[in-house]
């Protein structure tokens, strides 16, 4: 059985407010075994687009209330317009129509009287390099991905980390709002692929990665493998609490995975220690502060027995183990 699928036939969006004109236009291209949507005027066709999004729009240049150099101009401010050609019908051929017309956002236009193999032809140009951009920028979009994220457990990796780190850090400063980071390290992890090897070492790692991943649920937060066994939590717009609290959640998250682990100096299953650390940065400064911070905590809580999570405070040198939960802030 042939299992393929035909490809749908373009939808081509024909803007003219001659009936004449549309009726022509539409013939012409259907027997070229496109689809067509008709609009008789510019706001019109911005409904229509909107709704059906069609592949390219073929525009009449003169129309009343709205013409389509203005309408051409809307049409590149909404979702998606920018990858649609959009090919203006004139009757004008002087060089100052022509001008605007590529100024506005039009690919090409065509003159009336319309010379049909013509038409055909450059209709069928501009669809082909529309797809073609569009797998193009799809394409980059995911290579882009692709290299900010870690191979063995699909969080981001420490290029994107640093990258999305130094973001936020300015973002934060110029709107002065708390960033927390939340450094998590699995608990004797040398020992625990010491005792069950380096692939065991591995699904664990992936284990604990979506464990973070499924708990951090904001689309502003990123999880990020930072080092071999140590997983980091940029939250923007969090406050220290509402970073806390998220931290002990991981902290119970993993324990509750229940992964064995006998050779484990703080429980017979696998947990994560995890430092936290808030700031509102300052203009012009480093994000590299935080990290220390959070890092220092993460020590704090490591060489206070382990599966727990600490907060980093500037002013004191006394460690607060952190029972209490709460919200994670504004944001």
Same mark, same amino acid.
């Given at each position: 059985?042939?299992?393929?699928?035909?490809?749908?036939?373009?939808?081509?969006?024909?803007?003219?407010?001659?009936?004449?004109?549309?009726?022509?236009?539409?013939?012409?291209?259907?027997?070229?075994?496109?689809?067509?949507?008709?609009?008789?005027?510019?706001?019109?066709?911005?409904?229509?687009?909107?709704?059906?999004?069609?592949?390219?729009?073929?525009?009449?240049?003169?129309?009343?209330?709205?013409?389509?150099?203005?309408?051409?101009?809307?049409?590149?401010?909404?979702?998606?317009?920018?990858?649609?050609?959009?090919?203006?019908?004139?009757?004008?051929?002087?060089?100052?129509?022509?001008?605007?017309?590529?100024?506005?956002?039009?690919?090409?236009?065509?003159?009336?009287?319309?010379?049909?193999?013509?038409?055909?032809?450059?209709?069928?140009?501009?669809?082909?390099?529309?797809?073609?951009?569009?797998?193009?920028?799809?394409?980059?979009?995911?290579?882009?991905?692709?290299?900010?994220?870690?191979?063995?457990?699909?969080?981001?990796?420490?290029?994107?980390?640093?990258?999305?780190?130094?973001?936020?850090?300015?973002?934060?400063?110029?709107?002065?709002?708390?960033?927390?980071?939340?450094?998590?390290?699995?608990?004797?992890?040398?020992? $625990?692929? +010491?005792?069950?090897? =380096?692939? &065991?070492?591995?699904? /664990?790692?992936?284990?604990?990665?979506? %464990? #973070?991943?499924?708990?951090?649920?904001?689309?502003?937060?990123?999880?990020?493998?930072?080092?071999?066994?140590?997983?980091?939590?940029?939250?923007?717009?969090? $406050?220290? +609490?509402?970073?806390? =609290?998220? &931290?002990?959640?991981? /902290?119970?998250?993993?324990?509750?995975? %229940? #992964?064995?682990?006998?050779?484990?100096?703080?429980?017979?299953?696998?947990?994560?220690?995890?430092?936290?650390?808030?700031?509102?940065?300052?203009?012009?400064?480093?994000?590299?502060?935080?990290?220390?911070? &959070?890092?220092?905590?993460?020590?704090?809580?490591?060489?206070?027995?382990?599966?727990?999570?600490?907060?980093?405070?500037?002013?004191?040198?006394?460690?607060?183990?952190?029972?209490?939960?709460?919200?994670?802030?504004?944001?």
């Amino acid at each position: 059985m042939n299992t393929a699928v035909s490809e749908q036939p373009s939808l081509v969006l024909i803007v003219d407010d001659e009936p004449f004109i549309r009726a022509q236009l539409r013939l012409s291209l259907q027997r070229e075994g496109y689809q067509t949507v008709e609009a008789e005027n510019g706001r019109e066709a911005l409904t229509i687009f909107q709704e059906r999004q069609p592949d390219i729009v073929l525009m009449d240049a003169i129309m009343p209330d709205l013409d389509g150099f203005e309408c051409c101009t809307y049409l590149q401010s909404l979702d998606n317009g920018k990858y649609t050609p959009v090919l203006m019908i004139t009757g004008l051929e002087d060089q100052e129509s022509v001008d605007r017309a590529f100024e506005v956002g039009a690919i090409d236009y065509v003159t009336k009287p319309i010379h049909w193999p013509v038409l055909r032809q450059r209709v069928k140009r501009l669809i082909q390099q529309s797809h073609l951009q569009q797998k193009l920028e799809a394409a980059n979009l995911e290579l882009q991905r692709l290299v900010g994220i870690d191979e063995l457990t699909q969080v981001a990796n420490r290029r994107r980390f640093e990258e999305y780190c130094a973001q936020e850090w300015q973002r934060m400063a110029r709107n002065q709002l708390p960033l927390s980071l939340i450094l998590c390290d699995v608990d004797f992890f040398k020992a $625990y692929n +010491d005792t069950y090897g =380096h692939r &065991a070492g591995d699904r /664990c790692l992936q284990l604990v990665a979506k %464990a #973070i991943q499924d708990t951090v649920n904001r689309p502003g937060d990123v999880v990020a493998r930072y080092g071999g066994e140590e997983f980091a939590v940029i939250l923007p717009t969090t $406050y220290a +609490d509402g970073a806390i =609290h998220l &931290a002990a959640r991981i /902290c119970a998250t993993v324990r509750e995975l %229940a #992964i064995p682990h006998i050779t484990s100096q703080a429980k017979t299953c696998v947990t994560v220690s995890a430092g936290v650390a808030t700031e509102i940065p300052v203009p012009n400064s480093d994000f590299q502060e935080i990290i220390d911070a &959070a890092d220092r905590a993460l020590y704090q809580a490591k060489t206070k027995g382990r599966d727990r999570c600490q907060q980093y405070f500037k002013q004191t040198s006394s460690p607060i183990y952190i029972l209490n939960s709460g919200n994670r802030g504004q944001g």
